[in-house]
């Protein structure tokens, strides 16, 4: 790894900024903004009529209050890029500033893209997110996020352009390990024999993401190389904690897909710690089911909704005396 220029010396580690947010707010929580037009309040679908700009708007002020509403509940916000490009460049001017408005409230930002390239291609996806892009002589920040997800399956030529941002920039990522989505056992549950030993590919894809993570350990013992670990397979998920000790799990599918509080615990260790939980529809459209609540108070209901969700979460580990706090 080449010398640190000066305008690129890194932050504290991601792991350890995560774990200190975390534990400051007693949250394992993150809220997924994945935001469609169609679905926001019809007060804000009104005045963000006119084409693309005017629905990239609408997404943006959307955007902006929920994170209002949340920022001191949770460690960190998560904005799926594919909701925002399909507006066109208006759509990404409002990633962009959410992105700049999460972090402004003391909020990490985890940018769920899974990039997926190799060599200078996937270099160019990490200066993008979580690097630097050389320009005059110096190193730019472009969408500047804290984490990014990534998808492993091309390899180490895909992953280590991203880890080497990770360790120079104090930034993270969370490889794709056991997905979420029913259909992800038509591949990550193929067997294949490796070193004489029968696994599965999710299993192959945890060894690869436990060895990258050592080149990114933070002081708090966990890597800042992350797995994605989706929460509707509890026991693959339990079984990957064995695999991946010091590997940072963000664990989707809980609420809307069918993930529980129950569901997650495997993903933890004794210590209370090691895995994020995130949460999209089921926090930001609270509104259409909060009694009482309605369009209007779409940002309250999602209080609400994390509020619950923390309580959940928080209480599940501590039956299962999984402690951090």
Known sequence: MRPLRED?????????????AATRKRSHVVVGLDPDYE?????LRRRGAGGLKGAADAVMEFNLRLIDAIYDLVPAVKPQIAFYERYGIDGIRAFVRTVRYARSKGLMVITDAKRNDIGTTAAAYSQAHIGRVRLAG???PIFDADALTVNGYL???????FVEDVVTHGKGIFVLVKTSNPTSTEIQDVTAVVGGKRLKLYEVMAHLVDNWGKRA????????????????????????RKLMPRTYFLVPGYGTQGGTARDIVGCFNKDGLGAIVSASRSVIYA???????????????????????????????????????
Not at 8 to 20: H, I, M, T, W
Not at 217 to 223: N, V
């Open 287 to 325: 509104f259409e089911a909060a009694s009482g609540h309605g369009d209007a108070r779409f940002a309250d209901a999602a209080r609400e909704a994390v509020v619950k969700m923390n309580r959940d979460i928080n209480a599940e580990l501590r039956r299962n005396r999984v402690l951090a706090w």
């Open 217 to 240: 350990m933070g002081d708090c013992g966990y890597s800042s190389v992350g797995a994605v670990v989706g929460a509707t397979f509890p026991a693959e998920g339990r079984r990957l």
């Open 138 to 140: 110096r190193g730019v």
């Open 39 to 43: 679905s926001l309040p019809l007060a």
């Open 8 to 20: 690129e010396k890194a932050s504290p580690a991601f792991v350890d900024r995560l774990v200190r």
């Open 155 to 161: 390899g180490s030529d895909g992953v280590l352009p």
